[in-house]
């Protein structure tokens, strides 16, 4: 699976290559199945949620965010073999990070990466900006591509910026329209204006805010997942927490469980409300804290998850700070950085649940005879 | 890495077989160094704190938890070769459970297995049972005894039952014996007996309770973790998920920073008090919301966790359910349950923590010239 | 898939453990599918077949091969979670093996296990003793069941011992019963009396012989192995190269493609004799230079392979060697070893192909749509 | 590791996608340790050697070959992030290739493609063509020059060439300079003439021819390789099985171990010559029939082994096939190619064994305390 990490994924491989100041990235997925018909403009939606410079909530950084795919597409369809993508680093301004070469970052890697490997590439993140992200979103589109073959449908909002958080009892009814409606990614309009009104204060503030994503897959059999170390939570955690910036996971009830009680906390089964064309017995749970997972499996009930990220740490202040040589200074973050992390967080959460459920659907494929 | 899950660790790996009411339990633990000096001996000490029936706040199932080592260890130290650990099931009242063949047990993975697989071990929670974390246990001792050749030390606790919370400022003060003063392992006496007196009331209440449990690695040098999608970080968090009962992960400020601000959240880094025996510059941050991790990497601080467990889903109460074949029934699941699953968790976390350090310990030996 | 390489195999995966003169041997099969009927008794007869002991031509190591199955079967179907084999050792007689303490026997692994871990378990083989094909035999034969359900045989046979060459023109008319029905293992009975003869002559001159074992596929579908690295060839060539004595590898054509004309060597394509259950063209070659694959992908067509097995490094003789300490000394190996290996290579060779088929045959599963 | 094989190595792992009639392949390697000096330089030479065109001796098919790299070198050395190669595919003239869509190349993976996936590129050889070697190429001048530091050296040479074989009783003298001293890589001159002059004629008669490459480590320590699973014997087997056009591999005796007696094929331990640098005991043995591996670890002797390589499938006449849907026909295979593969497999040779013995070294790190 590659020691250094740059892989993810068991049947459905993800293999990404690239920083964000250098030529550009390569992206190889592997294990694609052959047929599936795909082209650029499959991945560009996602792609373009994920873009700086969508509203003034992002980062103004400008790249076209356009793959080109080099193989394993031919003539319209998947082809069995590695799909190779490449990503062009655009806009690359390398002077607005020079003072970050000999001073540490608060909230950044550019310590732990010093530490890591005796050097790094000061230029802005380097292997470590979120940049990368832009080859798990496209990864992600293709993966989304064949669960909609299967019935399965991922969607991702905010739930929560700073102290605003949307009201959404039932996740399930969320769609992609409702999510897209506002440039903050939260599908209740009022709480959107809300914490689109929050993140400018913060924002004409020189601080940024943190807050909460949540994220639901319908249409998921039951049966996906492994019993033991392959949870389905498991997987879904790693996923969500490969990702930079994010703090925590929980899904279904969450970190409440921890004031449950069991009589409480418990989803009685029942049988099902409509038949499902799953194999076996017809039921669902009466209620869903269990986030449509049971022993790591899903149980058929949507999977709903949250996942906590911190505020940007690069803000126009200054912040106290240490040299490469272990002198106190103070540093000031150039560049533009969104003062929310949360509405380009979306299509990351989405992409990253996507490629953790396709890998798992394929794997149900050899789990019985 | 196994597609069905049965492996963890891509260094250091475990890998396990066996079932709840089988004859016991097989785990091959292969990447151990050789030269390690290693006996039956050192996996006691964790195994009895993982042990069912050490007081009145755990089930009363009786086990004997001890390992046959059959092979890897050779005159005393690791050889090279893979360790090969048995465990034999010892007390298996397989009548206990007839009663679950029929009737899908609210919050265990009865019907998930049966959904992915088409049947299952009916005879308790089968290869779901959490009876398979003795395995995860012994190979986190081995883990253990690695790390402290390297000054890296691990600690668990109980931080919340219920309403109840601990108020510990500072994690990296407490040791062993605070938590193993007592039989709820919360090293905050007080506190303890109050966690104490409500599981005791919960179990005469014939229900459970959840709660939180908060793990801290100290002497992790900085630079272990992989910047991309093998974070520090996502590795701990998939650990973690991948225990039963486990519904949520985070580290540091975890899901408080979704309301903080970056000036506020932001650790600084400041000239280290005391000088560090690792390599590079001299630092440490002031604070430690960042629980140790920067950009998926240790920080050389502390390292701070904590995990939500949810109340024991085996309660002795009629609870509502359907059948195999979906018809609406009562089951009362019998057997000895945990009402708090907290005490007995902190080994298993313990040792999913030491699993995932000591295999970023060994790649950190091949990530430089 | 394991640094140490105590894994094999990777969506159906063999992790096995145990020395030669510990307690035995653990084998966890992770990955096969549920559903499949499975007894000991499916494994007993594969493992006889390896077992010492069988006639004058092999040791006469006395071991019962008889293993416990403790988990992965329930009411007599594989359920899905990992089989978990158990082999005790029995007969354990160390005293013939502590001369191997201080001198290293020539042929064997002893010098070089000391180099990589500085020390040895150096009671016999060790971890390098052929014992622990016992393992992959069992394996071999739960794939081998699996393959039998796809229409798929592998079957190997003695193809030459010393100068004495089997003629056998059309390998896939050779049965089980036909290789049986000698104990070396040589389907052409006139063969099998003289390759008899020189093993019984080489015994009593105190010596060994080597040989070359064939192993033929036969049913295998068009399109299993993958393009590039994973080519079907190579993932059999190292499946036997990966068992002891194997010196050398090749199939169809072989080492004689080196002297051949590519007009000449090419199996030129012709319609099928017979129509074929596959899907897609109806075709075959005209010949089988290419054993049955091309671009490493199976082409539908018999697949055939040798192995060169070198003569048993421990002879009855004085052989010269060198102490821990570098001093020149003789050893004269004790204990009862084969004058030939190829016999009980046999079904060895089988497992380890079975294996390699059973692991792209579940591939192919998720490979198209 | 990639159900779908693209990726090679374990430690130092090489992932591919590209294809011959696409816009170029993409390259990542991932686990090269940071600090390593490093330039595009680094990698032409043997990517010149691998290159087409050399000589009539080889296609005379265009491509630059010079690779971009996108990431995991900053100024100047390698930097732990994933190296990201690219190489542009220059010279496309798909019309060469027209016939080939409806027409089964004898030989050729063409067939076996289309029975796998249902369909291919059929522009060239597609995802099979041995221009994906140019990454495996590129790879292995990088763990060349990892090895190099670790004072191992690889030397690959052209042994035989249809009944012409290079008499070479003691590999280890000849060097690179001897290697490149004729185009046809042979290191004999007089051989090498006679080569020369076997393909020219081979080639004016509209024909292929094959022959055996001989690659030789030496430098190599005792104490590379696992014992059982992944011994070295079995990874180099892979990894030379891997590429296109082998039928065979063989190490030390090889195949002639059939035909041998134990107590002439056993290499006798005798005292070092001259004391190593290795620690441990200062040995060696006399002969070099088991090749530098016993039990599948480096004895520390020379690493000898050979390669059968099959005449080129695609030559410049007339041949019986079918099409796609099964009709009998003739095709013409049009195009530049090879008449003797084994020029150019010389660099092919040397770069997976390097990529090998590079991973096995890595390991080695991590196998001891």
Redesign the interface.
Known sequence: ????????G??F?V?????SH?????C?I??C????ELSVEDLLPDLRRRRPGQSLLTTQRDEADIP?I???V??G?T??????L?FRNADQRSTDYSDIREK?R????D???????????YRGG???SAR?TVCRVAAGAIAKKLLV?AGIRVVGYVK????VVADIPDPTVITLEHVEATPVRCPIPETAQQMIALIDM?RKDR??????CELVATGV???????????L??????????L?A??????????A???????A????????ATPRA?S????Q??TNR??G????????MPIVCRV????????P?A????T?????TEILVKGRHDPCLLPRFVPMGEAMMALVLIDHL????????
């Open positions: 699976m590659g020691m250094a990490g740059n892989t993810f068991k049947l491989r293999t990404t290559a690239g920083v250098g030529p550009g990235y390569l190889i592997d294990g199945p052959a047929g599936l080109e080099w193989s394993g031919f003539e369809r082809d069995g073999t590695p799909i190779g490449l540490y608060p909230g950044h890697a310590y732990t990466f010093d530490a890591k490997y005796g050097f790094r590439d380097g292997r470590s990368e073959r929560q910026v700073g102290p913060v601080d940024s805010i943190g807050g909460i059999p039951p049966g996906l997942g492994e019993p033991v170390f392959d949870k939570k498991a997987d879904l955690g790693k996923a969500m927490l490969s930079p994010v703090l925590g996971f929980e899904y279904g009830a969450g970190f469980v921890a004031t449950a009680r069991g009589s906390n418990n989803d009685v089964f029942v049988p099902a799953t076996g017995v017809n039921l749970t009466e269990h986030g997972m049971l022993g790591g499996i899903s149980s058929g906590a990220i911190k505020p940007t740490s690069s803000i202040r912040q106290r700070t240490v490469r040589t272990g002198e106190p394929l794997r149900a494929k050899v789990s019985r005879l």
